[in-house]
């Protein structure tokens, strides 16, 4: 049974290969991390629920919104989901300007006018006329990130919008995340591996391990004083 | 001279032509391959690369039967006033079947080269599927597809056994090729290599081209 006030329920019961992802989330929290080692199926769960890949069964919902439900047999192709995703790699597209990349998914001038704000808060622009291979680590961070709160995404998928960047740049560019959650109020779903970002983006945690959820709190319980990355330094891209 | 820049100008130009005339299929059917899968795919791969095995004289005979009065759909043609055979549009359709397979592996593989994750994050931008085609996939697959055009092209200019078989060698539709064969059987040696140097040099510009686009022949 989904309560009404859930802001997220997801029921994702997909496999791929060897890799089973089984994955119940139902919660009210705004902001929730996912937590867990490489290849413990996060990204998988973003693509999920971005509509990139199809779960054999299950339900995805955001708000009152039904995105899919192998019950029904729903399953709203990704273009109409609303959903404003930032991959690992941000995927800008480098055959358009920043200004081309920015505006990619606004459909008509009201929604350009309300994307004036999400330029002011990222202060992207100065950057419009610029080409995406000009781009600092930072500038595309903030570029990607504008282009998915342009389209007044329903849900904000993150996946490790930070990763790429040393800690300087790090902590240049998390006021603007904090930004975008106080003054927009997007729901987002956050995936990283640093405690100390979580601590500052997310309100509640979600720690998968191979395919499961092997646990779930407010950030202060799931990490206590720990700093630092969760993981080892060695990087690979996500199932 | 006039021989020279008369078959050499009806040659480029009717490449040109097929040229044209093959790419919306040629990308379609590059873009399917790379990015479909569907019952009947390993046949429509196989049809595809068939021009590029098949004889050449095969493949014009193929075609004169075809396209001919009697043929399926020259009878068709026929019956709306469109000749086909022995005019300047068997030339174009020799060349643009011969040149096809040679677009649609590059095509292809400027399509494979595409990260899919371009074409996810449009569409949850809100692009439908023909917008992501159009705006992410084929800019970014278009150096793949500018070089199958010009391979497709260098094959047109080159080519002899189909266009020979659906055209013949009539005066005002002899191309390059059939014109170099039609000199070197009648013993006319130097007639035959001033065309020659004109093929080289159009087939050397072509690859070099192809080749600076970044796709391997």
């Not at chain 2, 391959?33 to 050449?56: C, D, K």
């Not at chain 2, 014009?60 to 009065?69: A, D, H």
Request: net charge neutral.
């Amino acid at each position: 049974m989904v309560s009404k006030h859930s802001l997220l329920t997801l029921a994702i019961q997909l496999r791929q290969g060897g890799f089973s992802l089984d994955v119940s989330v139902e919660t009210e929290a705004q902001a929730v991390a996912i937590v867990g080692p490489s290849g413990s199926g996060k990204t998988t769960m973003l693509d999920a629920v971005a509509g990139l890949r199809r779960p054999d069964a299950g339900l995805i919902q955001v708000g009152q919104e039904i995105l899919f439900n192998s019950h029904s047999g729903t399953n709203l192709p990704s273009h109409e989901r609303r959903i404003g995703y930032v991959p690992q790699d941000l995927a800008l597209f480098p055959h358009l300007t920043v200004q081309q990349n920015v505006l990619y998914g606004v459909s008509n001038a009201a929604t350009e006018e309300h994307g004036r704000p999400v330029l002011q808060i990222l202060e992207i622009q100065e950057l419009l006329s610029r080409t995406i291979d000009s781009l600092s680590g930072g500038e595309r961070q903030r570029v990607a990130l504008a282009r998915a709160l342009m389209v007044r995404p329903r849900i904000l998928l993150l996946d490790e919008p930070l990763a790429a960047l040393d800690i300087a740049l790090r902590d240049r560019i998390l006021p603007y995340l904090e930004r975008v959650r106080e003054e927009l109020k997007t729901p987002m779903i956050y995936v990283s591996h640093v405690p100390d970002e979580i601590r500052q983006i997310a309100d509640w945690v979600i720690r998968l391990d191979a395919g499961q959820v092997v646990g779930s709190s407010v950030p202060a319980e799931a990490f206590g004083a720990e700093t630092g990355n969760l993981t080892s330094p060695t990087r690979r891209r996500e199932r | 001279m006039s021989e020279l820049l008369e078959v050499t100008g009806f040659t480029v130009l009717m490449a040109s032509v097929a040229t044209l005339v093959m790419l919306p299929p040629g990308i379609c059917v590059g873009w399917l391959l790379a990015r479909r899968q569907f019952y009947g795919r390993s046949v429509l791969e196989t049809v595809v690369t068939l021009p590029l095995v098949v004889p050449p004289v095969a493949t014009g005979l193929i075609l004169l039967k075809l396209l001919g009065r009697r043929g399926w759909l020259g009878g068709v043609m026929d019956s709306v006033g469109v000749d086909i055979v022995f005019t300047w549009k068997a030339v174009v359709v020799a060349m643009a079947v011969m040149g096809f397979p040679l677009l649609v592996r590059s095509a292809r593989a400027g399509f494979e080269a595409v990260d899919r994750r371009y074409e996810g994050v449009a569409a949850t931008l809100g692009a439908s599927p023909v917008k992501v085609f159009l705006t992410i996939s084929l800019p970014l697959a278009r150096r793949g597809i500018l070089a199958g055009a010009v391979l497709g092209f260098s094959r047109a200019i080159g080519e002899f056994g189909a266009t020979i078989m659906i055209a013949g060698s009539l005066p005002g539709s002899r191309t390059l090729s059939v014109a170099i064969y039609r000199h070197a059987e009648l013993g006319q040696d130097a007639a035959a290599a001033v065309l020659i140097i004109a093929a080289v040099a159009i087939g050397f510009v072509a690859v070099h081209v192809a080749n600076r686009l970044g796709v391997a022949t």
